[in-house]
């Protein structure tokens, strides 16, 4: 039987596997070419951030990739849906505590980490699903995810990634006490509905900050995540430097979400043009810096994915353009296609 090299995610591997090439980081050897892949290579594989997709040798049906994926994305799904009630459970335990306290949140953040590592994974399946209608549980699940994997990209320590991952999974606490004729509403909001939208993170700030012994970098994180670098979001209309660095990396797994969640102020027209939302909210509403380090690093993951066109067709990801995100250059059965010379053909979406 013939073998095959086929690139997989970290959670696509499986034990038996071989793999056909070196995989090398910073001068280290985490993987030889030819070695068959035990459960100890996968779970070290996973500690490395910085790797995400590996190439090995398949051989049969039993290891189609594409029969692999669909598990995988299943499976985070299962994972993120049962992360989402279990938050929930969280949040109303908490606030009825006579003094909050942290130990369940720590616990919580903890396992976000670990079942989270494969970056890959993560993304595709926000970009996949969102988090639909729950704009408190779902959403604050994603928004740890990509908070968590921004900071691990900047090089935070450990304590500043705990702090982070509590602050982002609590930016939302708020919503909690508004009504949810509000939250849940479909359309757009009444000038005073939108007022009270808006009293969100103040509300978080008032729980987090009466948390004993906690870090005050989380509730600036909570009260900070709608200002903008411009000086024109909320509670406060602080800019620049003023706004905490917590809050402007989940300002942009906020809008992340959003955009993927069709939640966004006007339609975007699929994944590629949820980038660009971005890049475009990185010219004076966040944190540029920030911004270009998420992009330049999320790209990579949309390379090799399989993509269908507005016009119906299948495409595979090859090269995405940081200056052009919309434009993509793909491959079908050989046959190259440039998005930039096909002004009326856009991505709808990633399929499996």
Same mark, same amino acid.
């Given at each position: ?24 980081? #910073? ?11 035990? #459960? ?24 189609? *990739? ?5 598990? @995988?994305?299943?499976?985070?799904? @299962? ?18 505590? *006579? ?40 959403? @604050? ?51 005073? #509905? ?17 948390? *004993? ?46 955009? /993927? ?11 590629? #043009? ?10 004076g509403k966040l944190d540029r810096k920030y911004c ?14 399989n993509v269908l066109l507005n016009n119906g067709k ?8 940081? /200056?052009?995100?919309?434009? *993509? ?24």
């Amino acid at each position: 039987m013939l073998w095959e090299k086929k690139f997989l995610s970290i959670n696509e591997l499986r034990p038996g596997m071989m793999s056909s090439s070196d995989i090398i980081f #910073e001068d280290k050897m985490l993987l030889a070419k030819n070695t068959v892949i035990t #459960e100890s290579h996968i779970n070290n594989l996973k500690q490395n951030y910085a790797v995400d997709k590996i190439q090995v040798y398949l051989k049969d049906d039993s290891d189609d *990739p594409l029969i692999i994926q669909e598990n @995988s994305v299943q499976k985070i799904e @299962s994972d993120f849906n049962e992360f989402s009630l279990n938050l929930k459970h969280i949040f109303d335990k908490i606030s009825n505590l *006579p003094v909050p306290e942290m130990n369940e949140i720590r616990t919580f953040s903890k396992k976000i980490q670990e079942e989270f590592k494969s970056v890959g994974i993560v993304i595709r399946n926000i970009v996949f699903y969102g988090s639909g209608n729950d704009t408190i549980y779902r959403h @604050s699940i994603n928004v740890s995810a990509i908070s968590f994997i921004l900071g691990k990209w900047l090089n935070f320590d450990q304590r500043e990634l705990n702090l982070l991952t509590y602050s982002a999974i609590l930016h939302d606490f708020g919503k909690t006490k508004i009504s949810k004729d509000i939250i849940d509403k479909k359309g757009t909001l009444t000038s005073k #509905e939108y007022k009270i939208i808006k009293t969100h993170p103040v509300i978080s700030y008032n729980f987090v900050k009466s948390i *004993p012994y906690l870090d005050s970098s989380v509730s600036y994180g909570v009260l900070m995540h709608h200002e903008k670098m411009d000086g024109s979001g909320y509670p406060l209309g602080i800019s620049g430097d003023k706004i905490h660095s917590f809050a402007k990396i989940i300002a942009i797994a906020d809008l992340f979400d959003e955009v /993927n969640s069709s939640r966004y102020y006007k339609k975007v027209k699929g994944p590629f #043009e949820a980038l660009q939302v971005i890049q475009e909210q990185s010219l004076g509403k966040l944190d540029r810096k920030y911004c270009d380090m998420f992009l330049n690093h999320i790209i990579n993951y949309f390379m090799g994915e399989n993509v269908l066109l507005n016009n119906g067709k299948k495409y595979k990801v090859l090269q995405v353009n940081i /200056n052009d995100l919309t434009s *993509p250059l793909l491959l079908d059965q050989g046959d190259f296609l440039d998005l930039k010379k096909e002004k009326n053909l856009y991505v709808e979406k990633l399929v499996i």
